[in-house]
C-alpha cells in the first residue's frame, strides 16, 4: 500500500530537480552588462547615476566608484543613463545568454555649454588624483540640505567644519575651517577670490542667492591645490555657479518656514540656439521676521549667464549675480549684550550640589530673556525698529574664456568686476543726557525706547531718562559755522543720538589667466598671473536723526563745523577715507601622472600694495594720501598621490608661504600715519599633511592628518570708546604682534551604500589649536599716538587653546529611499573642547598666566529631512522638508568674550571656567521649511 505514496514522492522529486536545474541553467543563463560612469570634466566617479533599460522597468544606480552591474536578458537592449545636471547618454548593447559585457568607462558630459572652463578656472581637485583634503557637495545635496539655513551650514559636516549663525541675522552666519577664523580662508566663485582685499572678510549676506546657483560646492582644507598667486591658510571654499544650460526648460519654487520665512523662485533657459548663443536666468525673492527678536529681512538674488560657442576653439560665457538685501541684526555690545547663562563651579564640574540659582538674574541674560533676545530693537510707532541695519549689494560679473590653441596649449581666463555699494547702522552721539545709548532705560520687556528718543530729540521732557533733560540745540555764531540753528535741535557728539550708517563700498576688477601646456602625457605645466585692484569707500552718513534736525559735524578739516540736515544721507560724517589696494603676482606649477601617480609642484610670487586716502583731511595737506606700503609674499607646496590598487591609495603635501599683513593692521587707527614703529612684516605659514584613501563598491573613506605652524601672526582689534585714567580716547586700536600659533589634527570621513537605497555618511575631526608665544600689544589712538601706559604691554596667550571653533566636532547622516523618489533622511552633529573667542590684547595680566580660554558646554544636534520627487508627462516636481535641531537644544554656539569665573553660579551648567557675564550668541532652537520645485 505504499508504493503509490512512494511513486508519488519520486514524481515530487523528479520535478524538484527539474525546477532547480531549470532555475539554475537561468541563472547561469543570465545576463550582465556592467560599467563605470565619471565625469567628463574631472573624472571623478559619479554614485547614484540610473541605468534603465529603455521600454522596461528594469533598472539599477551606480555605486559609489561610479560602477553599475545590470542584469537582462539576452538580446538588444537601448541602455540608458540619467543624473542630475548631466545630459543622458543611450547605448545600444547586443547580449548573448549568460553572456557579460563591459562598456567600460563612461563619461558624462555636463548639460551646460560653459562648464569646462569654469572647472579649469575653478582649479577643482580630482579625487584619487589631487594630493590634498577635499569636500565636495553636489547641488543635489545643497537643495535637500539648504531649507531655510545659510549658505555655509550646507558644509557643517565636512571634517573640521564650525559653523555658526554668528548675531542670527540674515546673512550673519560664518565658518571655520581646522580653526582658522573665515578672514583666514580663500572664498571663490568660479575661480575668483571674493574675500574682501582690506580684511580678507566675507560677508554670507552678499551672497545668499549661492544656495540656488550653485552647480557643486568643494572645500579644499590646508593649502590645497588652487592655482592663485595668494594661498589661504585654513582651506579653499570654491563655489562653481550652474554654467549656461543646453536644455530648454526652467524652474519655479517656492518654500516656507518658521518665524514667517518665505522664499520665490524662477529660472529659465533658452538652450543652445543656431546661432551657438545659450541664455540662463534665475530670480529669486526672500523675507522673514528672523529667528531673533527685531531681525526681519528682505533680499532678492539674481543670476545670469550667457554661453557662446564660437567654434571648436574658443568659447566665451559671461555670469552676472548679485544679492541686493536688508536685514535687522542683533550686534555686540561690551555695555549690553546677550549674557551667557550662569555657570558651574570649576572646582566641582561634576557635582549637581554646586549648582546654585541666581535669585535675580540680570535683565540682559539668556536665562531671563531667552535665546531670541535682541538688545538692539524696538518699536517706533509700534512697528519693528533698530539701531542695527545691514544693507547691502555686491553684484559681480565674470567673463570666462576658454581657447584651445592646439592639441598641446589651452588658455583659460576668467576676468571679473564688483561694484558694492551698502553698510550697516549703529549709535553715534553723546547719549540721551550723556547716558550711551545701550545704557538707556529700556520698557518693561527691555526694549528700546525709540518714540521716547525721537521726543528727546525733538526737545521733549521724557520722563525715565536721567534728569528729563532736553537736548540742548546749538547756537549758530560767525564762530561755528555762521548759520543761524538757534531753536533747531541738533545732535552732536556731545548730547543727543542719531543712527549713523558706516559704509563700506568698493570698486574692485581683476583677472585670473592660467595657461596649461601638455608636454607629454604625463607632464602638465601650468602658468599664470593673478591681478586685482581695489578701491574700498568707507565713509558715515547720518542714517536716522531720530527726530532730530540736524547733526553738528567737527571732524572735516574742510568744513570744520558743519550740519547735517535730518534726511541727508549723501554727505560724509565722523570719518571719510578710502583704501587703495593692488595686487599682481604669478604662479607656476609642474603636474606628473602616470598610471598610480599624480604629483604637483607649485610656486607663486606677489606683491601686494596699500595706500590710504583721508578725504577729511585738508585739501592740499601731504598727509592726504599716504605713500604706498608694499609687501612681497611667496608660496610653495607640492605633494603627490600614489594609488597602490583601485582600493587604497595615499597622498601627502608640504607647503610654505608669506602673506602680506592685512591693511587694517598696516593703518591700524583711523588715520593715515602707518604704524612704522611696530615694523609690521609678513605672517609666516608652514604646512604638511598626510592622507589615505579606501574606495570600494560599498564604501568610501578618508584619513588626513595635519600640521600647521602660524608664525608672526597680527591682530587688530578695534576698541570703539577707549577711557583710560579718566581720559577719553573714543575710536582706537590695538595691535598685538608677535604671535605664534600650531594647530594640529586628524580627520575621518566615510560615505557607504550598503544597499541600493540607503547612503550612511560620516566624520570625525580630532584638532589641537593652541597659540605658541605670547605676544606684545601696543595700543593707539586716532592720530596713532600711542595710549598712556598701554605701550609694549605683554601678552600671555603662551599653550592657551585658539578659541572660536569647536576642536571636536562629529556627524552621521542617513538616506534611505523609501519607495521611488520618496527619500527619509537624518543627520546628527556633535561639537565639543570649544572655547571662547578672545582678544589676545585682552590677557595682559600677571593672572593671566598659564589661565586656560573658557571652555563652553559640548552639545549634540539633530535634524530631519524628508524630500518626494516624481514626473507629471515632461514636468518634474519635487517636494521638501526639513526640521533642525529637532530635540530643541539649547546651547552657546559661541563667546566673543573670555571672563573668568567669579564664584558666581547659575541655575544649570554651561561650561567650565566662565564667568556669567561672558556675551555669547546661542545657537537657534527647533527650525523648519518645507518648500516645492516643479521643473519643465
Given at each position: 500500500?505504499?508504493?503509490?505514496?512512494?511513486?508519488?514522492?519520486?514524481?515530487?522529486?523528479?520535478?524538484?530537480?527539474?525546477?532547480l536545474?531549470?532555475f539554475?541553467?537561468?541563472?547561469?543563463?543570465?545576463?550582465?552588462?556592467?560599467?563605470k560612469?565619471?565625469?567628463?570634466?574631472?573624472?571623478?566617479?559619479?554614485?547614484?547615476?540610473?541605468?534603465?533599460v529603455?521600454?522596461s522597468?528594469?533598472?539599477?544606480?551606480?555605486?559609489?566608484?561610479?560602477?553599475f552591474?545590470?542584469?537582462?536578458?539576452?538580446?538588444t537592449?537601448?541602455?540608458?543613463t540619467s543624473?542630475?545636471?548631466?545630459?543622458?547618454?543611450?547605448f545600444?548593447?547586443?547580449?548573448g545568454?549568460?553572456?557579460?559585457?563591459?562598456?567600460?568607462?563612461?563619461k558624462l558630459a555636463?548639460?551646460?555649454?560653459?562648464?569646462?572652463?569654469i572647472?579649469?578656472?575653478?582649479?577643482?581637485?580630482?579625487?584619487?588624483?589631487?594630493?590634498?583634503?577635499v569636500?565636495?557637495?553636489?547641488?543635489?545635496?545643497i537643495?535637500?540640505?539648504?531649507?531655510?539655513?545659510?549658505?555655509?551650514?550646507?558644509?557643517?559636516s565636512?571634517?573640521s567644519?564650525?559653523v555658526?549663525?554668528?548675531?542670527?541675522?540674515?546673512?550673519?552666519?560664518?565658518?571655520n575651517?581646522?580653526?582658522?577664523?573665515?578672514?583666514?580662508?580663500?572664498?571663490?566663485v568660479?575661480?575668483?577670490?571674493v574675500?574682501?582685499?582690506?580684511?580678507?572678510?566675507?560677508?554670507?549676506?552678499?551672497?545668499?542667492?549661492?544656495s540656488?546657483?550653485?552647480?557643486?560646492?568643494?572645500?579644499?582644507r590646508?593649502?590645497?591645490?588652487?592655482?592663485?598667486?595668494?594661498?589661504?591658510?585654513?582651506?579653499?571654499?570654491?563655489?562653481?555657479?550652474?554654467?549656461?544650460?543646453?536644455?530648454?526648460?526652467?524652474?519655479?519654487?517656492?518654500?516656507?518656514g518658521?518665524?514667517g520665512?518665505?522664499k520665490?523662485?524662477?529660472?529659465l533657459?533658452?538652450?543652445?540656439?543656431?546661432?551657438?548663443?545659450a541664455f540662463?536666468?534665475?530670480?529669486?525673492?526672500?523675507?522673514?521676521?528672523?529667528?531673533?527678536?527685531?531681525?526681519?529681512?528682505?533680499?532678492?538674488n539674481?543670476?545670469?549667464?550667457?554661453?557662446?560657442?564660437?567654434?571648436?576653439?574658443?568659447?566665451?560665457?559671461?555670469?552676472?549675480?548679485?544679492?541686493?538685501?536688508?536685514?535687522?541684526?542683533?550686534?555686540?555690545?561690551?555695555?549690553?549684550?546677550t549674557?551667557?547663562?550662569s555657570v558651574?563651579?570649576?572646582?566641582?564640574?561634576?557635582?549637581?550640589?554646586?549648582k546654585?540659582?541666581?535669585?535675580?538674574p540680570?535683565?540682559?541674560?539668556?536665562?531671563a530673556?531667552?535665546?531670541?533676545?535682541?538688545?538692539?530693537?524696538?518699536?517706533?510707532?509700534?512697528?519693528?525698529?533698530?539701531?542695527?541695519?545691514?544693507?547691502?549689494?555686491?553684484?559681480?560679473?565674470f567673463?570666462?574664456?576658454?581657447?584651445t590653441?592646439?592639441?598641446?596649449?589651452?588658455?583659460?581666463?576668467?576676468?571679473?568686476?564688483?561694484?558694492?555699494?551698502?553698510?550697516?547702522?549703529?549709535?553715534?552721539?553723546?547719549?540721551?543726557?550723556?547716558?550711551?545709548?545701550?545704557?538707556?532705560?529700556?520698557?518693561?520687556?527691555?526694549?528700546?525706547?525709540f518714540?521716547?528718543?525721537?521726543?528727546?530729540?525733538?526737545?521733549?521732557?521724557?520722563d525715565?531718562?536721567?534728569g528729563?533733560?532736553?537736548?540742548?540745540?546749538?547756537?549758530?555764531?560767525?564762530?561755528n559755522g555762521?548759520?543761524?540753528?538757534?531753536?533747531?535741535?541738533?545732535?552732536?557728539?556731545a548730547?543727543?543720538?542719531?543712527?549713523?550708517?558706516?559704509?563700506?563700498?568698493?570698486?574692485?576688477?581683476?583677472?585670473?589667466?592660467?595657461?596649461?601646456?601638455?608636454?607629454?602625457?604625463?607632464?602638465?605645466?601650468?602658468?599664470?598671473?593673478?591681478?586685482?585692484?581695489?578701491?574700498?569707500?568707507?565713509?558715515?552718513?547720518?542714517?536716522?536723526?531720530?527726530?532730530?534736525?540736524?547733526?553738528?559735524?567737527?571732524?572735516?578739516?574742510?568744513?570744520?563745523?558743519?550740519?547735517?540736515?535730518?534726511g541727508?544721507?549723501?554727505?560724509?560724517?565722523?570719518?571719510?577715507?578710502?583704501?587703495y589696494?593692488?595686487?599682481?603676482?604669478?604662479f607656476?606649477s609642474?603636474?606628473?601622472?602616470?598610471?598610480?601617480?599624480?604629483?604637483?609642484?607649485?610656486?607663486?610670487?606677489s606683491?601686494?600694495?596699500?595706500?590710504?586716502?583721508d578725504?577729511?583731511?585738508?585739501?592740499?595737506?601731504?598727509?592726504?594720501?599716504?605713500?604706498?606700503?608694499?609687501?612681497f609674499?611667496?608660496?610653495?607646496?607640492?605633494g603627490?598621490?600614489?594609488?597602490?590598487?583601485?582600493?587604497?591609495?595615499?597622498?601627502?603635501?608640504?607647503?610654505?608661504?608669506?602673506?602680506?599683513?592685512?591693511?587694517?593692521?598696516v593703518?591700524?587707527?583711523n588715520?593715515?600715519?602707518?604704524?612704522?614703529?611696530l615694523?609690521?612684516?609678513?605672517e609666516?605659514?608652514?604646512?604638511v599633511e598626510?592622507?589615505?584613501?579606501?574606495?570600494?563598491?560599498?564604501?568610501?573613506?578618508?584619513?588626513?592628518?595635519?600640521?600647521?605652524?602660524?608664525?608672526?601672526?597680527?591682530?587688530?582689534?578695534?576698541n570703539?570708546?577707549?577711557?583710560?585714567?579718566?581720559?577719553?580716547?573714543?575710536?582706537?586700536?590695538?595691535?598685538t604682534?608677535g604671535?605664534?600659533?600650531?594647530?594640529?589634527?586628524?580627520?575621518?570621513d566615510?560615505?557607504?551604500?550598503?544597499?541600493?537605497?540607503?547612503?550612511?555618511?560620516?566624520?570625525?575631526?580630532?584638532?589641537?589649536?593652541?597659540?605658541?608665544?605670547?605676544?606684545?600689544?601696543?595700543?593707539?589712538?586716532?592720530?596713532?599716538?600711542?595710549?598712556p601706559?598701554?605701550?609694549?604691554?605683554?601678552?600671555?596667550?603662551?599653550?592657551?587653546?585658539?578659541?572660536?571653533?569647536?576642536?571636536?566636532?562629529?556627524?552621521?547622516?542617513?538616506?534611505?529611499?523609501?519607495?521611488?523618489?520618496?527619500?527619509?533622511?537624518?543627520d546628527g552633529?556633535?561639537a565639543?573642547?570649544?572655547?571662547?573667542?578672545?582678544?589676545?590684547?585682552?590677557?595682559?595680566k600677571?593672572?593671566?598666566?598659564?589661565?586656560?580660554?573658557w571652555?563652553?558646554p559640548?552639545y549634540?544636534?539633530?535634524?530631519?529631512g524628508?524630500?518626494?520627487?516624481?514626473?507629471?508627462?515632461?514636468?518634474?516636481?519635487t517636494?521638501?522638508?526639513?526640521?533642525d535641531?529637532?530635540?530643541?537644544?539649547v546651547?552657546i554656539?559661541?563667546?566673543?568674550?573670555?571672563?573668568?569665573?567669579?564664584?558666581?553660579?547659575?541655575?544649570?551648567?554651561?561650561?567650565t571656567g566662565?564667568?556669567?557675564?561672558?556675551?555669547?550668541?546661542m545657537?537657534?532652537?527647533?527650525?523648519?521649511?518645507?518648500g516645492?520645485?516643479?521643473?519643465?
Open positions: 500500500m505504499g508504493y503509490p505514496l512512494q511513486s508519488k514522492l519520486l514524481k515530487g522529486s523528479i520535478l524538484t530537480a527539474i525546477f536545474l531549470v539554475i541553467f537561468n541563472s547561469f543563463a543570465q545576463s550582465v552588462i556592467k560599467g560612469v565619471i565625469d567628463d570634466a574631472t573624472n571623478e566617479p559619479l554614485p547614484g547615476v540610473t541605468i534603465s529603455k521600454g522597468n528594469k533598472g539599477t544606480a551606480t555605486n559609489i566608484d561610479g560602477s552591474t545590470l542584469k537582462v536578458a539576452s538580446g537592449h537601448t541602455i540608458g543624473y542630475v545636471s548631466y545630459t543622458p547618454q543611450e545600444d548593447v547586443t547580449i545568454d549568460g553572456e557579460t559585457k563591459d562598456l567600460g568607462v563612461i555636463t548639460n551646460a555649454i560653459s562648464m569646462k572652463e572647472v579649469v578656472s575653478s582649479n577643482v581637485a580630482i579625487d584619487r588624483k589631487t594630493p590634498v583634503a569636500s565636495t557637495i553636489k547641488a543635489e545635496e537643495q535637500n540640505k539648504i531649507g531655510n539655513n545659510e549658505f555655509p551650514e550646507v558644509l557643517r565636512t571634517p567644519t564650525y555658526t549663525k554668528g548675531g542670527g541675522g540674515f546673512g550673519d552666519s560664518r565658518i575651517v581646522r580653526g582658522f577664523s573665515q578672514e583666514n580662508m580663500a572664498v571663490m568660479n575661480g575668483v577670490p574675500n574682501d582685499m582690506e580684511n580678507s572678510l566675507v560677508y554670507w549676506s552678499n551672497w545668499a542667492g549661492l540656488d546657483v550653485a552647480s557643486n560646492v568643494q572645500l579644499q590646508g593649502l590645497g591645490a588652487t592655482k592663485l598667486s595668494v594661498s589661504a591658510i585654513g582651506g579653499t571654499m570654491n563655489v562653481v555657479t550652474k554654467a549656461t544650460e543646453m536644455k530648454k526648460g526652467g524652474s519655479v519654487g517656492t518654500s516656507f518658521n518665524d520665512y518665505m520665490y523662485n524662477l529660472s533657459s533658452t538652450g543652445k540656439l543656431k546661432n551657438g548663443l540662463s536666468f534665475l530670480g529669486a525673492y526672500t523675507q522673514g521676521d528672523g529667528y531673533v527678536d527685531g531681525t526681519s529681512f528682505t533680499g532678492w539674481y543670476f545670469g549667464s550667457m554661453a557662446w560657442e564660437i567654434n571648436k576653439k574658443h568659447t566665451l560665457s559671461l555670469s552676472v549675480t548679485g544679492a541686493p538685501q536688508q536685514h535687522n541684526q542683533r550686534p555686540r555690545s561690551n555695555d549690553y549684550s549674557k551667557a547663562i558651574q563651579d570649576p572646582a566641582f564640574p561634576n557635582d549637581p550640589k554646586k546654585i540659582t541666581i535669585d535675580t540680570s535683565p540682559q541674560s539668556v536665562e530673556m531667552g535665546i531670541k533676545y535682541n538688545q538692539s530693537w524696538g518699536k517706533r510707532n509700534g512697528e519693528e525698529f533698530t539701531i542695527a541695519n545691514n544693507f547691502y549689494h555686491k553684484p559681480i560679473a567673463l570666462n574664456h576658454y581657447w590653441i592646439s592639441p598641446k596649449f589651452d588658455l583659460s581666463t576668467v576676468a571679473y568686476v564688483s561694484v558694492g555699494r551698502g553698510g550697516g547702522t549703529g549709535d553715534l552721539g553723546g547719549g540721551i543726557n550723556k547716558t550711551p545709548f545701550y545704557n538707556l532705560q529700556r520698557t518693561d520687556d527691555h526694549l528700546v525706547r518714540d521716547d528718543i525721537f521726543s528727546y530729540n525733538q526737545g521733549t521732557v521724557v525715565g531718562f536721567a528729563n533733560k532736553t537736548l540742548t540745540p546749538w547756537v549758530a555764531t560767525a564762530d555762521g548759520a543761524n540753528y538757534a531753536g533747531k535741535q541738533v545732535a552732536s557728539s548730547d543727543g543720538l542719531i543712527r549713523r550708517a558706516s559704509m563700506n563700498e568698493h570698486n574692485w576688477w581683476g583677472f585670473v589667466s592660467n595657461l596649461t601646456y601638455k608636454a607629454s602625457t604625463d607632464f602638465t605645466i601650468n602658468g599664470g598671473v593673478d591681478y586685482r585692484n581695489y578701491k574700498g569707500l568707507h565713509y558715515r552718513s547720518l542714517d536716522n536723526s531720530l527726530g532730530a534736525d540736524y547733526w553738528y559735524e567737527t571732524k572735516d578739516a574742510n568744513n570744520k563745523n558743519k550740519y547735517v540736515a535730518a541727508d544721507k549723501n554727505t560724509a560724517i565722523d570719518y571719510n577715507n578710502n583704501g589696494v593692488e595686487q599682481i603676482g604669478g607656476a609642474v603636474e606628473y601622472s602616470v598610471e598610480k601617480l599624480s604629483a604637483f609642484v607649485t610656486g607663486a610670487a606683491n601686494t600694495s596699500y595706500e590710504r586716502e578725504l577729511f583731511l585738508a585739501v592740499g595737506d601731504p598727509n592726504r594720501m599716504t605713500p604706498a606700503k608694499n609687501y609674499g611667496y608660496t610653495a607646496k607640492g603627490a598621490n600614489y594609488r597602490v590598487n583601485d582600493v587604497h591609495n595615499v597622498f601627502v603635501n608640504v607647503g610654505t608661504f608669506s602673506r602680506a599683513p592685512f591693511f587694517n593692521t593703518f591700524a587707527a588715520s593715515n600715519k602707518p604704524i612704522d614703529i615694523d609690521i612684516k609678513n609666516k605659514i608652514y604646512a598626510l592622507g589615505y584613501g579606501f574606495r570600494s563598491k560599498y564604501i568610501s573613506a578618508n584619513v588626513n592628518f595635519y600640521n600647521t605652524q602660524w608664525d608672526n601672526k597680527t591682530i587688530a582689534k578695534t570703539p570708546n577707549l577711557t583710560v585714567a579718566g581720559v577719553s580716547y573714543g575710536l582706537s586700536k590695538t595691535v604682534t604671535l605664534k600659533a600650531l594647530h594640529q589634527g586628524v580627520e575621518i566615510f560615505f557607504s551604500k550598503p544597499l541600493e537605497k540607503l547612503e550612511i555618511s560620516g566624520m570625525i575631526s580630532l584638532g589641537n589649536w593652541e597659540w605658541k608665544s605670547n605676544g606684545v600689544s601696543n595700543t593707539y589712538d586716532q592720530n596713532n599716538n600711542i595710549v601706559t598701554m605701550g609694549n604691554v605683554i601678552v600671555y596667550v603662551d599653550n592657551v587653546k585658539v578659541g572660536d571653533a569647536a576642536q571636536t566636532t562629529g556627524s552621521l547622516g542617513a538616506s534611505y529611499e523609501v519607495i521611488k523618489g520618496l527619500k527619509f533622511r537624518v552633529y556633535y565639543d573642547n570649544l572655547y571662547a573667542a578672545f582678544a589676545p590684547s585682552d590677557r595682559n600677571v593672572t593671566d598666566i598659564g589661565r586656560q580660554a571652555k563652553l559640548s549634540f544636534l539633530a535634524g530631519t524628508l524630500s518626494y520627487s516624481t514626473k507629471i508627462s515632461h514636468t518634474a516636481v517636494f521638501r522638508g526639513q526640521v535641531n529637532i530635540f530643541d537644544k546651547y554656539a559661541e563667546s566673543y568674550t573670555d571672563t573668568p569665573f567669579t564664584n558666581r553660579q547659575g541655575s544649570f551648567e554651561i561650561g566662565g564667568s556669567s557675564s561672558n556675551q555669547v550668541n545657537g537657534f532652537g527647533r527650525t523648519f521649511s518645507l516645492m520645485q516643479v521643473k519643465f
